[in-house]
């Protein structure tokens, strides 16, 4: 599964499904070659907050989405969304990181990007630059979106996602 979806699944995404779409594909990003088969995929799937009108969902019937739990309302046809790319879209990403207190820096040794939770010390002096914190609090990523992506897939249980 592609991080992007694997992300989506701790946030509690359902019956994700992937589908062979229709139309010529999307444009190849840089570094990429082009998709002369001319198949490609999406990934779709209910999102976390119209869960609650899948039939045996512990939620099903209300309308939960701001955490009240006591509005009932009528139960309706789960509805399936393509799944955000949380690995290259900072419309995704940047509110899942503002949620969860997660931060990123460029590396300045190698060409990576860090992401880190926003609780963790750091360090600064003449000499140098970096974070206390424990191994697990970070997460390494070409991108700074794919270091968050691999930060929540790290946290996921801790963070309650």
């Known amino acids: ?15 994700l499904v992937r ?3 229709s ?10 070659f082009p998709n002369l088969s001319g198949a490609h995929y999406e990934w779709f799937g209910v999102h976390p907050t119209d869960a609650v009108s899948i039939p045996g969902h512990p939620s099903h019937g209300r309308h939960c989405i701001y955490g009240d739990d006591t509005c009932e309302c009528e139960p309706r046809d789960p ?3 393509v799944v955000p790319h949380y690995d290259e879209h ?3 990403i940047g509110p899942l990181m503002y949620r969860y207190g997660i931060s990123v820096a460029k590396c300045a040794t190698r060409p990576i990007w860090v992401a880190f939770r926003n ?11 970096g974070m206390d914190g424990y191994p ?3 997460a390494y990523g070409v991108t700074p979106q794919v270091a968050v992506c691999v930060l929540l897939l790290a946290l996921s ?3 309650g996602c």
């Open 1 to 15: 599964m592609p991080l992007y979806v694997q992300v989506a699944e701790r946030l509690g995404w359902l019956d």
């Open 19 to 21: 589908t062979r779409m």
């Open 23 to 32: 139309g010529p594909p999307p444009e190849p990003k840089a570094g990429e």
């Open 79 to 81: 509805v399936r969304s």
């Open 90 to 92: 900072w419309e995704a």
């Open 119 to 129: 609780t963790i010390p750091l360090i600064e002096s003449d000499e140098m630059f």
């Open 136 to 138: 697990d609090d970070f």
């Open 157 to 159: 249980e801790e963070m």
